[in-house]
């Protein structure tokens, strides 16, 4: 589902359709009824390839300690504004 | 749940807007009014009746929000009609008796199976698609105002009944026949629709000439019949009279349905 404030699509949920066209239009009933949306992409469940919820550790937890990747330790400089 | 900030909502025409607005419906345009609003308000109370039994729940939902469009169309009819007798839009819809609606016989038909349901569905929603946008050209301002906002939602309602009619009808051979069997069953109360309607009389340039309705009518649902492999059904018509007040056996049930909580407790609110 895009927002019609610019930004990208985001899950809005899953649902049942005995097709495409249907699934389109099974999600406008279900997730646009109080205009959240402008936008409605659909996939099958089937094309999903999604990580493995057991690999958590290796796949998601690297980045702890290692705090250099956020922009944390930059001054702010006086002289540039709107910063 | 008021949190929506949406204009294109905000803006549109409602029963509350135009019981604010306070415009006083004539007595000819308030008694057409009321058919139409009677049309409406049926056919929603009878999609209800699928909440929670539709074969999918993604279809309760899809039906719950047509019946809703439905009911908020028949809100803004009686609303404004209402008006030319100091009435509300409660009064119509839960104080009068069977011989005092005036729908269209097609509306009160019973569910019957999700097949049947779709065929009075599309017969309904292609009708409806017409007449709203025929009439969002009235002289009458309030009407024009309703019909234009009716038809926006109307157009989804065709959609929804066509994409049924082609799934069921090309599906299996039980959903062809199912479908088949509903369209059949609805078929006698089409040519209602587009008969003479004896409270737009006098009201040239405001209501709409049902006869005016059928050709674009035909347009639409003929083909889709046929290209979801069913046949047009040749059923004769069946007496008709819903705009005098006649009706099927099956309207009076509804209506003791609808009606028994208002009547037993007289200006509850809740």
């Known amino acids: 589902m895009r927002s019609s404030r610019g930004l990208s699509h985001v899950h809005a949920g899953s649902l049942h359709a005995p097709d495409e066209t249907m699934a389109v239009r099974n999600a406008r009933d279900l997730y646009t009824r109080r205009a959240e949306g402008v936008s409605i992409w659909v996939v099958p469940a089937s094309a999903i390839t999604a990580s493995d919820p057991d690999a958590r550790g290796a796949f998601f937890e690297s980045p702890q300690g290692k705090e250099y990747r956020h922009a944390t330790y930059y001054t702010e400089s006086d002289a540039v504004p709107h910063l | ?270």
């Open chain 2, 1 to 270: 749940m008021t949190h929506t900030s949406n204009r294109t909502i905000s803006d549109a025409v409602t029963a509350e807007t135009i019981a604010t607005a306070g415009e006083v419906a004539p007595e000819a345009v308030a008694r057409y009014a009321v058919g139409l609003g009677d049309d409406a308000l049926i056919l929603a109370q009878r999609l209800g009746a699928w909440i929670a039994h539709a074969p999918e729940l993604e279809e309760d939902v899809a039906l719950g929000n047509i019946a809703l469009d439905q009911l908020g169309h028949a809100r803004s009819f009686l609303t404004y009609a209402s008006s030319a007798w100091g009435k509300t839009e409660d009064d119509l819809a839960y104080f009068r008796d069977e011989s005092e609606f005036f729908n269209r016989q097609l509306f009160e038909q019973p569910n019957g199976d999700f097949a049947q349901t779709i065929a009075r569905q599309l017969v309904a929603s292609v009708y409806f698609d017409g007449l709203y946008r025929a009439l969002s050209l009235s002289a009458d301002p309030t009407l024009a105002a309703i019909a234009a906002k009716a038809v926006k939602e109307v157009d989804y309602h065709v959609d929804h009944s066509v994409q049924w009619l082609l799934r069921l009808g090309l599906g299996t051979e039980i959903s062809n026949e199912r479908m088949q069997r509903g369209l059949d069953a609805v078929w006698p109360f089409v040519a209602e629709l587009f008969s003479v309607d004896p409270l737009s009389e006098n009201l040239a340039g405001i209501a709409v000439d049902p006869a005016s309705l059928q050709a674009d009518f035909d347009r639409v649902v003929l083909p889709a019949i046929v290209d979801a492999g069913l046949t047009v059904p040749t059923a004769p018509a069946a007496r008709g009279g819903g705009r005098s007040g006649v009706h099927t056996e099956y309207l009076g049930p509804l209506l003791a349905e609808m009606q028994v909580l208002a009547r037993a407790h007289p200006e509850a609110t809740w």
